[in-house]
């Protein structure tokens, strides 16, 4: 047991109480015998470089480059993504994918290069491998993106896993983005940042290094190009970064790092260039579409902690209706279920559960229940009883059931890397459909538990079936959760074939969108924490999670104007959670005073119309890979000022968010990308690019929209109506706008509407002229016409 450990375990025995302290110090202790017996002793190693070129094989999309202690298999698929992999290694098997590898792209060959080198020439990129192993990403006009120097491996010399490092260089104007859900962000400056999936054992902050979802996916942004990487080995490891410099006048430049240090596992990586919608949608087409959310998810959701029955929960319920405050969903902690055992159900405080279920939905209210992988281990418990029959749970070398420390006390944990297990576990959901529940929300599961404060609740040497392939914990961490999203996703789909399942989760790793999305977990309450939550959410989505949120006002005791401006916030994020802290007990907006719920409702009330919007949104995130939420840069990465612009995001195409992330603020300064922008509070027009300072009283957040774009939006009676901007003279917009069919399978067509000034009108129309005449079947608003303009519209 190190001294970082004991140390995490000896704060458990004062801050969580001294009996689960001495568990967790037990469970400490037993997680270091079981890796020293169970892991192999690294002692010498063996460094190893790739060496120099002997020859190659040319296969289709590429080929194999052979050197004297190693060969690079290349590969460039029909999407246009690059793959190559070190020692042979090739996509599959892989859990980011989204099924089988791409096919290679039969028009892409190997064929020789300079200076004894080889490359491969394809559509969007040119990948030049060189004589002793540097890998360049070149633009089609030969601008390097990326250039990865020769790796280098650390092989113990009686056997076992390799290290290895991966350096590479970028230009000195590049930025990083990505590695999954990180509080320093959304541009990631110079520093460290682990691989490895934690609860950091404390409420997140900027700068906070530990991560719940953690992904060696980075999104590099440079005047020449966006590209994208993904390193596909699941085990731990460490990415240094530190950015490049511009020399002055004549000096020279220096280019940006990237130092990737893995402890085992194969070296293999894709790489994909292009716009940034390009990027992520090839992205999509390799690891997965999102999966699409009920219409009801992209409501207003608020979850309590600590409720204590289902009089707390109509109480809640109650609260909203009676002040006019728009709720979708109510989401349950552990505390219902009984002793915080899953599955099982307290029939004290939950006596009629369906009923309430029922009657909630009558509502237009759902219920959401926390799962977390934890199993108490007790004979007798029913999922206990049920997933040792399977065999399902994690045991260690010695083939002994391994033990944790969890919310129901010593818990056992199934292994979600086998598929058996993951069909036992799917069918537990079964159960929580028949309470009523309408979604699922996954806690505890990068795994860990209160007291495990960023250590893994597994040993390292703890066996996994991997689909077959067998291992230890140390390749199976972080896709633990994955495998626990794709079982819960899964059971739901097959109980109920006819709705699509609703599922978020704390942690998982590349491809988790293919199950649902995430949320930031414990955000720390301040000012910094709000600011944190955003950079959580954007890099979120640029790693290919779209739908993402926070916790508003984060788990401490909010002030009212802080609360106010984190539900601004949270209005405009995909996944739009309000939640009762631990200890504070504040959550509702009418705890905060009379201006703070006249302001909230409004909150609510805007969120509630742009929800055909939220829906449109949806659909093209699944169909094309593009976040809800946007970095200002987006439409122009090659805007210098708008890839440093943190504080403010695009919503989908046509709306730009400025929240107030500072205290005591009533104005705040607004970067605007190129072109027209109106506030829509005021429908006063500014001109971008431009630096501009626009009003954010108490009552609302700087919302802006693009001139041109058309926003769908739901109108007093319930329906649809479109709202258009008007676009500059001489100029046209458009806007995207797919119908909701209901939370079943069908996907709507997209439905394209473009605005143009005609003599003194602004006209909106369909593009593809369906329905004739102009193609509208809903009322159309036109705004920012502009006192005295003269303009009409139709």
Not at 122 to 141: D, I, K, L, N
Not at 163 to 169: D, I, N
Not at 223 to 249: I, K, N, P, S
Request: a neutral charge; charged letters at 25%; glycine letters at 14%.
């Amino acid at each position: 047991m190190d001294g970082r450990d004991l140390v995490r375990s000896v704060k458990a025995v004062g801050s969580r109480g001294a009996a689960r302290g001495l568990r967790t110090v037990r469970a400490a202790w037993r997680r270091e015998r079981a890796d020293a017996a169970g892991l192999p002793r690294r002692g010498a190693e063996r460094a190893r470089v790739p060496g120099p070129v002997l020859g190659v094989e040319p296969g289709p999309g590429g080929g194999v480059v052979r050197f004297t202690r190693s060969e690079l298999r290349v590969a460039v698929a029909v999407s246009g993504a690059v793959f190559w992999g070190w020692d042979g290694a090739a996509p599959e098997p892989s859990y980011a994918l989204a099924g089988r590898s791409p096919e290679p792209d039969p028009r892409a060959v190997l064929e020789p290069d300079k200076d004894g080198g080889w490359r491969v020439v394809a559509e969007r990129v040119t990948v030049v491998v060189s004589r002793h192993g540097a890998v360049e990403v070149r633009t089609p006009g030969g601008v390097i993106l990326r250039r990865d120097l020769p790796p280098r491996w650390w092989e113990p010399v009686g056997g076992g896993a390799a290290r290895w490092m991966q350096r590479s260089e970028v230009a000195a104007d590049a930025r990083f983005f990505g590695l999954g859900g990180r509080t320093a962000g959304p541009r990631l400056r110079d520093g460290s940042y682990r691989l490895w999936n934690s609860d950091p054992g404390r409420f997140l902050g900027p700068g906070d290094a530990p991560s719940s979802v953690t992904m060696p996916v980075q999104l590099v942004v440079a005047d020449a190009g966006t590209h994208l990487v993904f390193h596909d080995t699941t085990w731990d490891g460490r990415v240094t970064l530190r950015e490049g410099e511009e020399g002055a006048g004549s000096g020279h430049d220096r280019g940006g790092t990237s130092e990737l240090r893995m402890d085992g596992g194969p070296l293999r990586c894709w790489v994909m260039a292009g716009t940034p919608a390009r990027v992520l949608g090839a992205w999509a087409s390799l690891t997965g579409a999102a999966a699409l959310p009920p219409s009801w998810a992209l409501g207003h959701h608020h979850a309590g902690w600590g409720v204590v029955g289902e009089r707390e929960v109509r109480r809640i319920v109650a609260g909203h209706q009676e002040r006019g405050l728009a709720l979708d969903a109510v989401h349950l902690d552990g505390d219902h279920f009984e002793g915080h055992r899953g599955f099982t159900v307290d029939r004290e405080r939950f006596p009629k559960l369906p009923q309430l279920a029922e009657d909630l939905r009558r509502d237009g209210i759902r219920l959401v229940s926390v799962v977390e992988a934890a199993v108490k281990a007790e004979p007798g418990d029913p999922v206990f009883d049920g997933g040792a029959a399977k065999d399902a749970f994690v045991r260690d070398a010695a083939g002994r059931l391994v033990r944790g420390v969890a919310r129901p006390g010593e818990a056992v944990f199934p292994d979600f890397t086998c598929a058996r297990t993951r069909a036992w576990w799917g069918g537990l959901y079964e159960e929580r459909l028949q309470q009523g529940f309408a979604g699922f929300w996954h806690d505890m599961n990068e795994p860990t538990t209160f007291a495990a404060f960023g250590e893994p609740t597994l040993p390292r040497s703890a066996r996994h079936w991997l689909e077959g392939r067998g291992g230890d914990h140390r390749e199976a961490h972080n896709v633990y959760a994955l495998g626990m999203a794709r079982a819960g996703w899964e059971g739901v789909r097959e109980h109920v074939p006819r709705e699509r399942p609703f599922l978020f989760s704390r942690s998982g790793w590349a491809g988790m969108q293919r199950y649902g999305g995430t949320w930031s977990g414990g955000t720390a309450t301040g000012w910094p924490g709000l600011r944190a939550s955003l950079s959580l959410v954007l890099g979120m989505g640029l790693c290919g999670v779209p739908y993402a949120g926070v916790d508003v006002g984060g788990e401490g005791e909010a002030s009212p104007e802080l609360f106010l401006r984190w539900l601004q916030l949270g209005a405009h994020l995909p996944l739009f959670r309000t939640r009762a802290s631990p200890g504070a007990g504040r959550g509702e907006p009418w705890q905060f005073g009379e201006e703070v719920l006249e302001h909230a409702r409004g909150a609510l009330a805007e969120r509630r119309r742009l929800l055909p919007y939220f829906v449109t949104l949806a659909h093209l995130a699944r169909r094309t890979g593009a976040p809800y939420v946007r970095p200002l840069w987006w439409d122009a990465p090659e805007d210098r000022a708008l890839r440093d612009c943190e504080d403010a995001f695009l919503l989908g195409d046509c709306l730009l968010v400025a929240p107030v992330l500072d205290h005591g603020a009533d104005r705040r300064a607004v970067r605007l990308p190129r072109g027209r922008w109106y506030d829509t509070a005021t429908e006063e027009a500014y001109e971008g690019p431009a630096h501009v300072l626009v009003d954010a009283p108490l009552s609302r957040i700087p919302v802006l929209a693009r001139a041109g774009g058309v926003v769908p939006v739901r109108g007093a009676d319930g329906g649809t109506e479109w709202e258009a901007w008007a676009p500059a003279r001489g100029r046209s917009g458009s806007g995207l706008f797919v119908p909701d069919v209901g939370d079943g399978w069908e996907e709507p067509a997209i439905q394209r509407f473009v605005t143009r000034w005609e003599g003194r009108e602004v006209v909106v129309r369909r593009a593809d002229g369906a329905g004739g005449g102009s193609g509208l079947s809903c009322p159309v608003r036109v705004r920012g016409l502009g006192a005295g303009s003269g303009a009409g519209q139709t």
